[in-house]
């Protein structure tokens, strides 16, 4: 008697438990009515959000309560909006967004490309390039320096 008593508790709390939660489901999509993929939904102050799939939909399924969702996406605009969310309902939030203009100052790459493709030089190398061991280097250094 005691274990159906158990699993029938067992149940009954589940079910309250599962009956605590909403869910908010809906769409993103720019001004030509045209889906935003891979847009991020997040719900502030939660760990919780998702990402928009190839239609611009998405759905989070959340305790009940009162939340901001915000929604960003690359090269569009930010979003946020409250929603309310009630036990056991879905709630949906559409967003229409428009795109986000940036512009940049101007960059200026400068280099030096020579034949050997070694690169810049300085002056003081004496005509001559050496390319070998460092330990060569160094005794062709201190010959030199003995030399002089």
């Known amino acids: 008697m005691k274990p159906l008593f158990y699993s029938i508790l067992l149940l009954l709390v589940g079910k309250s438990a599962l009956a605590q939660t909403g869910t908010i489901q ?14 991020s939904v997040i719900v502030e102050k939660t760990y919780l959000g998702t990402s928009t799939d190839g239609s611009g939909q998405y759905s989070i399924t959340m305790p009940v309560g009162s939340y901001t969702i915000r929604i ?10 409250l929603v309310e969310v009630k036990s056991g309902e879905t709630v949906e939030v559409n967003f229409e967004t428009e795109e986000k203009v940036e512009l940049l100052n101007e ?26 061991k460092k330990t060569e280097v160094l ?6 320096s003995a030399s002089a």
């Open 26 to 39: 809906g769409s993103i999509k720019d001004k030509s009515n045209k889906p935003v993929v891979h847009a």
């Open 107 to 132: 960059v200026e790459v400068r280099g030096i490309k020579t034949i050997t493709g070694m690169g810049y030089l300085d002056e003081d190398h004496d005509g001559v390039i050496f390319s070998g």
């Open 72 to 81: 960003s996406a690359i090269g569009f605009k930010s979003i946020e909006q």
């Open 139 to 144: 005794l062709l250094d201190s010959l030199r």
